[in-house]
């Protein structure tokens, strides 16, 4: 299987916008719950987001606060994250996986490279 390839991350100043995108491997299908996770420097890798393979029921992490969006395009078979009103404590590697029935765990044990998110105050 291929590998995820996560982009568009990037360092943006605190209150700034990215959007990551993350297109489909075989292990991330439309099939799939699929999710957006990050790690941050000494913390454990952590959930931020799934949208299920419908795409009707979204789930967020509380540290969200209704500031990013998930969302993803069948036809380019890509998952998105929209991250709005960013703060320095998103500073983490984002990283995309298919997400396990009924949790917030990912489905697979191996991870792509990432996009780093580098956010300022």
């Known amino acids: 299987q291929v590998q995820p390839v996560e982009s568009g991350g990037g360092l943006v100043q605190a209150g700034g916008s990215l959007r990551l995108s993350c297109p489909a491997s075989?292990?991330?299908?439309?099939?799939?719950?699929m999710g957006w996770f990050r790690q941050a420097p000494g913390k454990e890798r952590e959930f931020v987001a799934s949208?299920?393979?419908?795409?009707?029921?979204?789930n967020y992490a509380n540290f969200v606060e209704g500031r990013f969006i998930i969302s993803r395009d069948y036809v380019r078979n890509t998952l998105y994250l929209q991250m709005n009103s960013l703060k320095p404590e998103d500073t983490a590697v984002y990283y995309c996986?298919?997400?396990?029935?009924?949790?917030?765990?990912?489905?697979?044990?191996?991870w792509g490279q990432g996009t780093q998110v580098t956010v300022s105050s």
């Open positions: 996986n298919a997400v396990r029935t009924g949790s917030h765990d990912p489905l697979y044990d191996s």
């Open positions: 075989g292990r991330t299908s439309s099939g799939y719950t």
């Open positions: 949208i299920t393979n419908t795409g009707v029921t979204t």
